[in-house]
């Protein structure tokens, strides 16, 4: 009598040769362009989103909070930049966790990323047309949305080479412009310390932590803001010139040029013009600190234009190319529908770049209509949520690998080693109490909590009766499962090959 299958059996469909030559990435981007594709998804934290922690934790809040995420992200960088070596695939976190963790962890952490680069980029919209629309008030907010998509996932759907060298021009004239800003604000004079305190306490506290601890806590995701989607250069690694020696280069390169970079806005940024107070409600937080040095008129603003154009674009348009790479990856491998895989002649994902680009302008509509007054920070909340799941993720499949899977080639190794993963960890946990924690950020976590579950739920009566096991990530991973396991039965253990 045959044995009744298990409500948690994975099973495998088997697919034509053809599948995979139609789902091919071409590519050969070396240690600089990745690096701009790293620092540059990141740069817009430096322009805007970041300050909204000053008016949650004060100047001292935001600080604490920013050096807590900057260990995380030290921590997880030098892990990851050992995982991308030793399982070089399009999927990034989703390959690492899958490998770590089997095929629901996998999905999960592929899902929570998911969340995390489609959001971003409606979050970077959003503070795009906080700067632009001074200039054309007449436009609705909705037409600069869709021109900005329409722009950037075009140059992402034409070619990925072009699509790196865009980001890394990107990068560069933005950094050239935060230097410009640091530079005038410092040797101006228009810098004073004491406007890094301008915020009034609350009763009971002190003038320095004006919010208390809790302010701390209240911070961190907005600290999170200056490093979020660094850890997207493991996507790139079907596209790069040997991932082995360039993705761990970028990654460490970058995450201490956004340190230098964090640490420069947080002092420079909140002592400028009203101080901590007027920039932790604003907007535009560098153009508030421009009009300081050059007075209100039209050398700040083209200069703040300038900013839009280079600061916030360059992250928008490295992040579409994260959102592409996950969606294409999930859907190679069958978790979600397979037509999104596709990449045609260009070899680049069109289907999950577009669809991408469509569910992004819905979550920014739909939160501007809801009458929210802060939808920046709203959207950032959500961002930050699906990024903090990940993190935790990734690192525990770090140490599940170091430990379990010590044969794994890894041509690259972290100096921290599982020490270093299990602090990143512990830090990750730290950001995802902080988020829960909040009140004010619950009603954007309700919202991915229930993308959470709706995914979940596809996943157990749909993708998991079709993957494909010839998909890279999965491949890798069923093989190191079947050397592992010789003796039982790959059914045994909860799959069903084809």
Known sequence: MPRPKSVTLINYEKVNPSYLQSRKLKGSANQYLLWGLGVGAVISGDFFGWNFGLAAGGFWGLAIATILMAIMYVCMVYSIAELSTALPHAGGFYSFTRSAFGSFWGYVCGVAML?????????????????????????????????????????????????????????????????????????????EPELLFNIPPDPGQASWLPKGSQ?????????????????????????????????????????FTLLVLSLLTL??????????????????????????????????????????????????????YAYGRVLFSLSRAGYLPRWLSVTGKTHTPYRA???????????????????????????????????????ILVMLSYIQLKLNRPDLPRPYQSPLGIFGAAVGAI????????CLAIPAYQPGILGVSIFLIVMILYFFFHSKNHLVAQAPEEKTALLALIQRRKAVSPEDKGINLP
């Open 115 to 191: 969340i995390e680069y489609v959001v971003t980029p409606a979050v970077i919209a959003v503070g795009i047309t906080g700067y632009l629309k001074p200039f054309v008030p007449t436009i609705p907010l909705y037409l600069l949305w869709l021109l900005a998509y329409g722009i950037f996932v075009a140059i992402n759907i034409w070619s990925v080479e072009i699509t790196f060298y865009v980001g890394f021009l990107l990068t560069l004239v933005s950094m050239m412009m935060l230097g410009i800003f640091y530079i005038s604000m410092l040797a101006s004079g228009v810098f």
């Open 215 to 255: 302010g701390i806590f209240a911070a961190i995701p907005y600290a999170i803001w200056f490093y979020l989607a660094i850890e997207q250069l493991p996507l790139a690694a079907e596209e790069t010139e040997q991932p082995e020696r360039n993705l761990p280069r970028a990654l460490i390169f970058g995450v």
């Open 267 to 320: 002092v420079l940024n909140s002592g400028v013009g009203g101080g901590a107070l007027a920039i932790g409600q604003s907007s535009v937080p560098l153009q508030d600190g421009l009009e300081t040095y050059f007075g209100k008129g039209s050398t700040s603003t083209l200069v703040s234009a300038f900013a839009l154009i280079c600061g916030l674009v360059a992250s928008f348009h490295a992040i579409i």
């Open 353 to 391: 770049l577009i669809l991408g680009a469509i569910v992004g302008l819905l979550c920014t509509v739909i939160m501007d209509n809801s009458g929210s007054t802060a939808l920046g920070a709203v959207l950032l909340n959500m961002a930050v949520f699906g990024a903090v799941i990940s993190y």
């Open 427 to 434: 830090l990750a946990f730290v950001a995802l109490f902080a």
